[in-house]
């Protein structure tokens, strides 16, 4: 079974800077993916980033960049430029790789973006 | 496109009343799923199914069941609510790469 871990339960940031929310995961699978997922107060769950984990280089989507160590096992997310949209729960979470589509996440980190 | 839309979006049941979430997708997905969240935590999957008539256990499906008799369906169904129960519920289908979720049922069970 995956296990999913995220060390900050909550995390602020000032508007306009950068901050790197952690995770880290346990499998012995070698084919899988990763996700950030975002939980705004609405709490509808929003895609932010994926990775395959047979691509070494690191995703990126716009402001929204993982730093990807798979021998170390981790997946961080930083966001540059932060803003107030960026408010919300973030989840970290693992897929295997052809089984199903079946998600496991981490506990969360709330993030508040402060004027 | 109506993505994933799930009904109701609030409910409050009596300890031992059963129930059924319904979830539905427009999106010719196969692959389709139950979650819950907990205050504090992340997503625990409850069932999943892989295509109309195919269904699994995930991690947390006692007191669940599902059904999937359409690919557009997937409906979960609380036997005898517990205040256990007492969560989110989140539906999601999903392609090979990217799941969608749908917006969530909060159920109290008192």
């Known amino acids: 079974a995956q296990t999913v871990t995220q060390s900050q339960p909550e995390m602020s940031v000032q508007e306009a800077e950068t901050v790197t929310l952690s995770c880290t995961y346990d499998t012995s699978e070698n084919n899988y993916y990763l996700f950030w997922y975002k939980q705004p107060p609405s709490r509808q769950m929003i895609l932010v980033i994926r990775q395959e984990a047979y691509k070494q280089q690191n995703a990126t989507e716009n402001r929204f960049s993982v730093n990807f160590q798979k021998a170390a096992k981790s997946f961080s997310l930083k966001i540059s430029d932060s803003q107030l949209g960026d408010t919300a729960m973030y989840f970290c979470a693992f897929m295997k790789y052809n089984a199903g589509n079946m998600l496991t996440f981490g506990g969360g980190t709330r993030l508040m973006v402060k004027p | 496109n109506a993505g994933v839309t799930q009904t109701p979006k609030f409910q409050v049941l009596k300890t031992g009343q059963s129930m059924t979430l319904q979830c539905a997708q427009d999106?010719?997905?196969?692959?389709m799923s139950w979650y819950r969240q907990d205050p504090g935590m992340g997503l625990r999957l409850i069932h999943y199914?892989?295509?109309?008539?195919?269904?699994d256990q995930g991690e947390v499906p006692n007191g669940y069941n599902v059904s999937r008799s359409t690919t557009e369906d997937f409906p979960l169904r609380l036997l005898s609510a517990a205040p256990s129960q007492t969560s989110v519920y989140f539906c999601?289908?999903?392609?090979?790469?990217?799941?969608?979720f749908g917006p969530g049922t909060r159920l109290t069970v008192l």
């Open positions: 199914s892989v295509g109309a008539g195919i269904t």
């Open positions: 999106m010719n997905h196969e692959y």
């Open positions: 999601a289908s999903s392609t090979l790469l990217e799941q969608f």
